[in-house]
């Protein structure tokens, strides 16, 4: 996949079928646009383009922090794992952000990228204000020798399958629902830290992720999971907090690999979540903890 950081890096051989948003879960509602334009992009023997942005806009206008369901790096590898040609992934400037609809469509849809089919959301907006959407796009874009493909949300029952209900449902720790909504299972990735090295003293081994500080987490306790290292998947349980029993101070997303031989360190790893089986919290030995995380393995079968 060819990444690009910055619009004016863009230089390509090659037409496009390009969707745009932000694309956080990248879940299952987005994967209706992404599968457009690969299908398109096949018949059309055009590259397929996702175009996104550093941060949300959303964000940056209303100036609240925002937590995503993926960071921008993992975002970035499951569009590769999903075979799109192009990312074209741009911070949110301010000149970005007033370039009329129009000129946005100009500038970066047909001189940057090079687009001949737009496929978006029917609730998408652009350009200065939000002033331009879908409607729009299909009232207009035939000027510019584009053709617009409107899709419309995918549905969960009566609601919208959108990057707003899955962060609900994360924030509850429902994770099989967080799951059937992003269509595979809710992740952290990342390069395997030093910890407090306590895992020696638990009897298992022990892989710590530090989190984006920008990501959505579940909320703190204790996870069945499976971590992949290099390439191999592992039963793994995973303690999203602050390790009271040890004192901590920030949130570590912290897996026991019963089983694993081999060191850890430095090596990267993804870690998928699937139920959540107790909430965290402190302990008043050492050996109470270490029973408690042997009870924990008994019961998820390892």
Same mark, same amino acid.
């Given at each position: ?125 652009? /350009? *200065? ?9 299909? #009232?207009?874009?035939? =000027? +510019? @020798?584009?053709?617009? $493909? ?115 360190? /430095? *090596? ?9 089986? #107790?909430?965290?919290? =402190? +302990? @008043?030995?050492?050996? $109470? ?14």
């Amino acid at each position: 996949m060819d990444y690009f950081k910055r619009a004016n890096d863009i230089q390509l051989d090659k037409n496009t079928i390009v969707t745009a948003g932000k694309f956080d879960g990248v879940h299952r509602g987005h994967r209706i646009l992404i599968d457009r334009i690969k299908e398109l992009a096949a018949s059309e023997n055009c590259s397929s383009a996702v175009l996104t942005f550093t941060t949300s806009p959303q964000a940056m206008l209303s100036h609240k922090k925002s937590l995503s369901i993926l960071d921008n790096a993992e975002r970035r590898r499951l569009l590769e794992r999903d075979k799109i040609d192009l990312l074209a992934e741009l911070p949110f400037t301010e000149r970005l952000r007033n370039l009329e609809p129009d000129e946005f469509i100009e500038e970066i849809l047909v001189k940057k990228l090079r687009c001949r089919v737009f496929v978006v959301g029917d609730d998408f907006c652009f /350009g *200065k204000n939000r002033a331009g959407n879908a409607e729009y796009l299909e #009232r207009e874009s035939h =000027r +510019f @020798g584009i053709r617009t $493909e409107v899709m419309s949300k995918l549905m969960d029952g009566e609601r919208e399958i959108s990057s707003t209900y899955v962060r609900e449902e994360l924030v509850k720790g429902n994770i099989p629902k967080v799951n059937e909504l992003l269509g595979y299972p809710f992740l952290a990735e990342g390069v395997i830290v030093h910890g407090q090295h306590n895992g020696h003293l638990l009897g298992f081994p022990t892989a710590n992720i530090l989190p984006d500080g920008n990501k959505l987490l579940p909320p703190a306790g204790v996870y069945d999971t499976r971590i992949e290292i290099e390439e191999t998947r592992y039963k793994s349980i995973t303690n999203i907090g602050v390790r009271p029993t040890f004192n901590g101070d920030h949130v570590t997303i912290e897996t026991n690999i019963p089983g694993f031989s081999g060191d850890l360190y /430095g *090596k990267f790893a993804k870690v998928e979540f699937y139920e959540f089986t #107790r909430p965290e919290r =402190r +302990f @008043g030995s050492l050996e $109470e903890l270490k029973a408690q995380i042997q009870s924990d393995v008994r019961s998820l079968g390892f």
